[in-house]
């Protein structure tokens, strides 16, 4: 375990948009149907953004929730994970910054998908660890609803849109609420299971436009099933052994809502109890980087997530990219 | 091969075991792509038997799917 400046969560927020779609909306617009999404990927409703709404809008209300939770409202840095920045330069985080009000600190987007949390946790860390800052506002915000091909009724009925945030501030390894050791990995060999191909320099350098669907988010479904259990649940060990934990020590697992039935492949394979999953997926979709933040703040807030449970989170995403982490959760005002 | 078959749809994918004929289709047994990739990867770790989802998608029944079993463990 390292001794050095930890980074100890002391402040959780969460915000969904206003915006409800339940499986009958998407039924009216797409050949599917309330029982098929139910079945396929346990989500049954979501929020999406309205017109103008951006990914920036739905941090701050995050960042916002998670200052006041902290009781503090300046923080040293703010980090933004996100797939769906405001615009493609600059970063969206010195904005979300400026509109909280935090001052000339740093701050500078986290580009890790559906892993972008735990990527913006080590960032964070490590932010602390350097001494670049005593306190670190991250946030992993997607309005991932804009980059859906809305006639796609594979991922059309999955993504969704949300904001979570932690604020941290440096402490000891010891206390409760450190970041545990994380483990992270990449695999860019398959970066092509989980992509949108157009719209970067790749595409633009040609000069020529993109087929339209091009623009929009593809996933390999099969092969990212494959894939997403078996690396989280590989990193869920590793950050468990590192920990120097169990897995039957393990009072909650907070997985990256990726699918309901990944959730369970991974639970299983690890032998982790129903009773000791925490998910939303149901009533929120899959909501990218956004998804674990998300989950803990309404968990911490409903009492499912207390203080003392140890808590091991892990994520799968684009890049390809994965993450484990432990935290033994402390005493939080939910707001 | 048919009943290992069977116990691992019914215990490990909730297909309703009387479902579970070999003239079944996988529409039959309600068997979507996700859960071919979960059938693929436990034939290798409950019967070590490798199976790839793909050659899995193209047996129609539930008969092909052990004929395909029953080639695969007579070359290992």
């Known amino acids: ?335 | 091969m048919l009943e290992q078959l069977k116990e691992i749809l019914s215990n490990k994918l909730k297909v309703a075991p009387e479902a579970i004929t070999p003239e079944a289709t996988r529409e039959d047994i309600e068997l979507d792509s996700l859960a071919v990739v979960e059938l693929s990867l436990l034939l290798k770790s409950e019967l070590g038997l490798d199976i790839s989802d793909d050659d899995l998608l193209e047996a129609e029944t539930v008969a092909d799917m052990v004929r395909l079993m029953e080639e695969r463990s007579a070359t290992v």
């Open chain 1, 1 to 335: 375990m390292s001794t050095g400046r930890a980074a100890v969560v002391t402040g959780i927020g969460s915000y969904v948009p206003p915006n409800r779609v339940t499986n009958d909306d998407l039924s009216a617009r797409l050949e599917t149907s309330d029982s098929w999404i139910r079945s396929r990927t346990g989500i049954a409703e979501r929020y999406v953004v309205s017109p103008g709404t951006s990914t920036g809008d739905l941090a701050v209300e995050a960042g916002l929730r998670a200052l006041k939770s902290a009781g503090d409202e300046r923080v040293g840095a703010v980090v933004l994970a996100t797939t769906t920045p405001d615009q493609p330069c600059p970063a969206t985080a010195p904005q979300v910054a400026a509109r909280l009000g935090l001052g000339p600190v740093p701050a500078f987007d986290v580009a890790a998908v559906c892993s972008g949390f735990l990527y913006g946790l080590a960032s964070a860390a490590g932010l602390i660890a350097a001494g670049v800052a005593d306190s670190v506002l991250l946030i992993a915000a997607d309005a991932f609803t804009t980059i859906i091909d809305p006639a796609d009724r594979t991922t059309a009925v999955i993504f969704a849109d949300g904001a979570g945030a932690v604020v941290l501030r440096a402490g000891s390894p010891a206390e409760p609420g450190a970041v545990g050791p994380l483990v992270l990995g990449s695999d860019g060999e398959l970066s092509h299971l989980i992509e949108v191909p157009a719209g970067g320099s790749r595409q633009r350098s040609t000069g020529r436009p993109a087929a339209p669907r091009d623009h929009f988010f593809q996933m390999l479904g099969r092969d990212t099933y494959r894939h997403a259990v078996a690396h989280m649940t590989a990193a869920s060990t590793e950050a468990t052994v590192r920990a120097g934990w169990h897995l039957s020590n393990v009072d909650r697992f907070v997985a990256h809502q990726a699918n309901a039935r990944i959730l369970e492949a991974v639970s299983d394979r690890l032998g982790i109890p129903a009773e000791r999953r925490l998910s939303n997926i149901e009533r929120v979709g899959n909501t990218g980087a956004a998804s674990i933040p998300l989950l803990l703040a309404e968990a911490t807030a409903e009492g499912r997530l207390a203080a003392g449970h140890r808590v091991l989170l892990t994520a799968f995403g684009g890049g390809l990219s994965w993450g484990a982490a432990t935290v033994i959760w402390p005493e939080l005002q939910t707001i």
